[in-house]
């Protein structure tokens, strides 16, 4: 499985993205699927998590009310739609799928996903 993060970029504060994950190689459709974020010196921290139908979903405290998690899996593709951006919001996004658990609730663990996209670049000016 290939994962390609896009959408990230330049933004101002209370501006928003959407950022997109697109799978290929095979579907991803039954597993579970999230977007985690990472600044320099600092461990990756989960954002957002789906599950394989889009119908559960947790998101952190820090982004719950300005993001939204969504999937379309007839295009075998994630998305984050990213509101009110915040310049603490700034850091590199990472998607990723978790393929031992199809069919399942998602996790909320970076340690669950296996196969992960190579991360784009959202930073939020003040």
């Known amino acids: 499985v290939q994962l390609q993060a896009s959408g990230g970029g330049l933004v101002q504060a209370g501006g928003s993205l959407r950022l997109s994950c697109a799978a290929s190689?095979?579907?991803?459709?039954?597993?579970?699927a999230g977007w985690f974020r990472q600044v320099p010196g600092k461990e990756r921290e989960f954002v957002a998590v789906i599950n394989w139908s889009g119908g559960v979903t947790y998101y952190a405290d820090s982004v719950k009310g300005r993001f939204t998690i969504s999937r379309d899996n007839a295009k075998n593709t994630v998305y984050l739609q990213m509101n009110s951006l915040k310049p603490e919001d700034t850091a590199v996004y990472y998607c990723?799928?978790?393929?031992?658990?199809?069919?399942?609730?998602?996790?909320?663990?970076?340690?669950?996903?296996?196969?992960w996209g190579q991360g784009t670049q959202v930073t939020v000016s003040s």
């Open positions: 190689g095979r579907s991803v459709n039954t597993w579970p």
């Open positions: 990723a799928v978790d393929i031992s658990s199809k069919l399942r609730r998602p996790s909320t663990s970076r340690y669950q996903y296996d196969y």
